[in-house]
Each structure stands twice: as structure tokens, then as C-alpha cells.
């Protein structure tokens, strides 16, 4: 069953141990306004606190855009009425991209079409990314006077800093398969292909022990920037070797069968 959040804004549906989180206002390229943002907030939180959800898959409706980013049209009309648009990390409401960051199972971006801006920045904050072809890539606040708040950090971490500062300073957007060249995106899908293609890579993700795939989320995410001393004596997330989806991935090696996960 698909449940709308944010007054349709977004759809959350769980199947099969995925949740599918929709970006639902291709009338505005899936721009994201405050409403949007919260019920993006909402599905996140869900999806981690759901244990029959084992990985979550994000795209856009459409497929004219993934997500344009900010809802500028709703900024310039707060900015009108005198009042003050939400700052990253300030104010009542958590931060999106940290949710998604402190949601500690696998994500994936499917972009259906171009990610620009904030956008790009939900790809960025996402684990792997399959893109659409022709779609375009990029974070381009500079050129509208916003800050790229994530994508300052992140994009510098994840390719080289010259390549990192030249796409924040240019705000020039790249085409996706420019994107893989430079280690952004996983894969690039033809249109005709590419929703199979992502049911693909998920289901080669959820064939696996959610125990184990929520380990390597949280650990991966808690030890970023840590030595790699610090970072072997970390012990965040459940312990696999302790779990029972251990004992059965084993055994269920050993007789030569499918194992049967139990997520504890």
C-alpha cells in the first residue's frame, strides 16, 4: 500500500522488504518546498525505524527530473513576506541529508532525470547511484546565492578537491555519464532499461543479511575521517558475528540452499 506524505508530495511504499520513497510534484521537477522537505524527513525516518525494511530506493515522478532542488518559488515568496527561509542545520526540524546519512541501511538514489542542486545533494547523500542517461548533474547554488551546504562537504570527500571546487565555483551542471567518469554515479541505464535495472541492483542487495547490511551502513558512516586504528574499535550497529543471521547464512551455505533471514 502506498501512503502520501506532505499532502501528496511524497509516496512511501515498503515491498518486499524495500521501501520506496517517490518525490511527487513533477509539475515543479520534484522541487523540494518546506512540505516536501518534511515528508522526505517523515518516509527517512520510517524506512530506518522499520525492521521489515532491509534498503530504500529514492527517485523522483516523472521523468523530467530526479529533483531541481529547492522550490525557489517558495523562497522568493517567504523572502516577499519578510520572513526568513529555513537554514541547514538550524531550527526545529532535523536536516534532511543527515537523516538520510543517520539511516543506517542501504540507500539508493534511482535518478530518473536531472539532480540539480538540492537535488544533486539527495543523490550525494544517498549510498550508490544509478542515473537515468541524458540526465544532468550538479550543484549549482552559487549561481542562485545559496550555500550547498552538504554538497560543500561531501563532493570534495568523494572526488578530487580540484574537480570538487571547480563543479562548486562553475555551478556548471555535467551530463550523469560525465558523473560515472568521475566516480559519482554507479551506473547509467538507458530509459527503456533503467527501472529494471535498479529492481536489479536492489534485489541483488536484499538477497543478503539486513544484520549485515545495516553493520556496514553504520559503520561505514561512524568511521568516515577516523584513523583506521580508531576505526577497527568501533562497534556501531548489530553485531553479525553474534546474530542469527550468521548461524544461517552458514548453515544454509553448507546445505547448499537459500538462507532465510531473520534481521536479528
Known amino acids: 500500500m502506498t501512503t502520501e506524505l506532505g499532502e501528496g508530495r511524497v509516496l512511501y511504499n515498503v515491498d518486499g522488504n524495500v521501501a520506496r520513497i517517490t518525490i511527487n510534484r513533477p509539475e515543479r521537477r520534484n522541487a523540494m518546498d518546506t512540505m516536501t522537505t518534511g515528508a522526505l524527513i517523515e518516509a527517512f525516518v520510517e524506512a530506518e525505524s522499520d525492521p521489515d525494511v532491509w534498503c530504500v530506493v529514492l527517485t523522483g515522478s516523472g521523468d523530467k527530473a530526479f529533483c531541481a532542488g529547492g522550490d525557489l518559488k517558495e523562497m522568493d515568496d517567504t523572502a516577499k513576506s519578510g520572513r526568513q527561509i529555513p537554514v541547514p542545520m538550524m531550527g526545529p526540524m532535523r536536516n534532511l541529508f543527515e537523516v538520510m546519512l543517520e539511516t543506517y541501511k542501504p540507500v539508493i538514489a534511482a535518478i530518473n532525470g536531472h539532480a540539480i542542486a538540492g537535488g544533486c545533494e539527495l543523490a550525494l547523500a544517498s ?44 555551478a556548471e551542471t555535467i551530463p550523469v555519464e560525465r558523473a560515472q ?8 541505464v538507458s530509459g527503456g532499461e533503467f527501472e ?4 536489479e541492483l536492489v534485489s541483488r542487495i536484499v538477497q543478503n543479511s539486513p544484520v549485515t547490511l545495516r553493520r556496514y551502513k553504520e559503520m561505514a558512516t561512524k568511521s568516515w575521517g577516523l584513523p583506521v586504528t580508531t576505526a577497527l574499535r568501533l562497534n556501531v550497529g548489530p ?26
Not at 151 to 157: A, C, D, F, N, V
Request: net charge positive; charged share 25%.
Open 196 to 199: 529494471t535495472a535498479v529492481d
Open 127 to 170: 549510498d550508490i547511484r544509478i542515473a537515468r542517461a541524458g540526465s544532468m548533474f550538479g550543484l549549482t547554488e552559487a549561481r542562485r546565492g545559496m550555500g550547498a551546504n552538504l554538497g560543500s562537504i561531501l563532493l570534495p570527500r568523494l572526488i578530487p578537491r580540484g574537480l570538487a571546487f571547480e563543479l562548486l565555483y562553475t
Open 239 to 264: 553485531n553479525p558475528y553474534l546474530s542469527e543471521d550468521r548461524v544461517e547464512g552458514v548453515r544454509a551455505f553448507l546445505e547448499k540452499r537459500d538462507p532465510v533471514w531473520k534481521n536479528r
Open 181 to 188: 567518469e568521475l566516480g559519482l554515479i554507479n551506473h547509467v
